[in-house]
């Protein structure tokens, strides 16, 4: 007797967040910033502005009609993270269109529920973001915060926090994890994409003796756990 195959569907893979993400990685290959002759002069600098602690807002404010999402294997990756760690309070840092908050939320959603706080400094993005939640079906487990992460993380944050991922201004990785460290929970996973462009927090989480269990993984993502 021929052994019986079950197809299960995830909200990931599922109506309406599927179409939803297949058209908004669509729109993200085809609005890269690197296309656009104006924006030249700007992405030569860009290794300077990514490190800086003041100027990287400007490199960000003219970027704000660009995505500048995670990748579909990123994205995908922070699925299954989410899931297999079965988190239930996330805290991402950098918000933008809303493409990587889309598959976090769906991995709370497939969790059970839970909490994902966001933060985005660009209005405008964020509407965009919450507007992309709320067709994707996952506003409801999103807390969507407006302006500088250093303030709006400083407070009302979970006790315990089991999955991170940084993908705002890179100068401010380790400022971030200032604020998020005391709540990690023994074995949270901390996902910070485009990493190289912040090797102050790449020798915090790569320390011996710092308290992570950090690798590089595939091309652009830095994943860390916290030990302890």
């Known amino acids: 007797m021929p052994p019986t195959t079950t197809l299960t569907t995830t909200t990931l893979t599922a109506a309406p967040l599927a179409p939803l993400l297949a058209r908004l990685f ?90 994902l706080i966001t933060t985005e400094f660009e209005p405008s993005k964020l509407a965009r973001a919450r507007a992309n939640l709320a067709a994707g079906g996952l506003a409801d487990l999103v807390e969507c915060r407006e302006g500088d992460a250093l303030q709006t993380l400083s407070a009302d944050l979970p006790e315990r926090i089991d999955l991170v991922l940084l993908d705002g201004a890179k100068a401010l990785y380790p400022d971030i994890l200032d604020l998020l460290e005391s709540r990690l929970r023994p074995g949270a996973l901390i996902v910070a994409d485009n990493a190289d462009h912040s090797p102050d927090y790449l020798a915090r989480v790569r320390a011996p003796a710092g308290g992570y269990l950090s690798v590089p993984f595939a091309a652009d993502v830095e994943l860390s756990m916290r030990l302890g």
């Open 26 to 115: 669509e729109q993200d290959a085809a609005a890269s910033p690197t296309n656009d002759p104006p924006l030249a002069d700007l992405f030569e600098g860009r290794q300077r502005l990514m490190r800086s602690k003041t100027d990287y807002l400007a490199f960000y404010r003219r970027l704000k009609d660009y995505p500048l999402a995670v990748s579909p294997t990123t994205g995908a990756l922070l699925y299954m993270l989410a899931r297999s760690c079965g988190a239930t309070t996330i805290v991402e840092f950098g918000t933008s269109f809303g493409i990587s908050t889309l598959h976090l939320a769906a991995a709370l959603r497939d969790n059970g529920g839970g909490r």
